[in-house]
């Protein structure tokens, strides 16, 4: 059973990088169907995908935080890391990495996140 | 404003049926993507409850239903229990803004 742990500071200051770090275990690649998301929830508010990166390192990104949001993979680790650049207040939230699994149907793609780590709180202020 | 809208709060007896509707629209729902949906208990993660629409991964009680229809989804829970009592959340791709996004949660209360 694949396991998901979320790490890094809880406290980043105004204007500097929100660094996570996301560990898996329990699992093993199993190719094509495997993506690796952040998720990230503001308090008392609804989820929020903040982007994927694929098996082969390709990524994507909500385009709200494009430019400002960098995901990368260590295979040789079994790690995904979040970085998040020029933060603000509207960036306190609950931050959830989560295995992605996309499916197609209908000519269409679809994911769906499954499972999802703890989370980690991280606040953003002075 | 969300691009899934669902009710922000419904509740039941014990026992009781209740439905959680998820309205979308032609760039998410309508355009034909899947629904999938997660419960969220106080202080923890989501954990998918139903995938395409209406799947339930293994060790979900079958009193969890999930439908599609048109531009909307709704998810239905028979035998209302008490544990039950939780924030859940449609989940669907929108084309409009390239990304999964997810509905504004609805709490459901176990009266």
């Known amino acids: 059973q694949l396991h998901l742990q979320e790490s890094g500071p809880g406290l980043v200051k105004p204007s500097e990088t929100l660094s996570l770090t996301c560990t898996f275990s329990g699992d093993s690649f199993t190719g094509a169907s495997d993506y690796w998301a952040w998720i990230r929830q503001p308090p008392g508010k609804r989820p929020e995908w903040i982007g994927d990166?694929?098996?082969?390192?390709?990524?994507y990104y909500n385009p709200s935080l494009k430019g400002r949001v960098s995901i990368s993979l260590d295979r040789s680790r079994s790690q995904f890391s979040l970085k998040l650049d020029s933060v603000t207040a509207a960036d306190t939230a609950i931050y959830y990495c989560?295995?992605?699994?996309?499916?197609?149907?209908?000519?269409?793609?679809?994911?769906?996140?499954?499972?999802w780590g703890p989370g980690i709180l991280v606040t953003v202020s002075s | 404003q969300s691009v899934l809208t669902q009710p922000p709060s419904v509740s039941g007896a014990p026992g009781q049926r209740v439905t959680i509707s998820c309205t979308g629209s032609s760039s998410n729902i309508g355009a034909g993507y899947d629904v999938h949906w997660y419960q969220q208990l106080p202080g923890t993660a989501p954990k998918l409850l139903i995938s395409?629409?209406?799947n339930r991964p293994s060790g979900v009680p079958d009193r969890f239903s999930g439908s599609r229809s048109g531009t909307s989804a709704s998810l239905a829970i028979t035998g209302l229990q008490p544990e039950d009592e939780a924030d859940y959340y449609c989940q669907s791709y929108d084309t409009s803004l390239s990304g999964s996004v997810f509905g504004g949660g609805t709490k459901l209360t176990v009266l």
């Open positions: 395409g629409n209406i």
């Open positions: 990166v694929y098996y082969t390192g390709m990524s």
């Open positions: 989560a295995r992605e699994f996309i499916y197609d149907n209908n000519a269409m793609t679809h994911s769906w996140f499954d499972p």
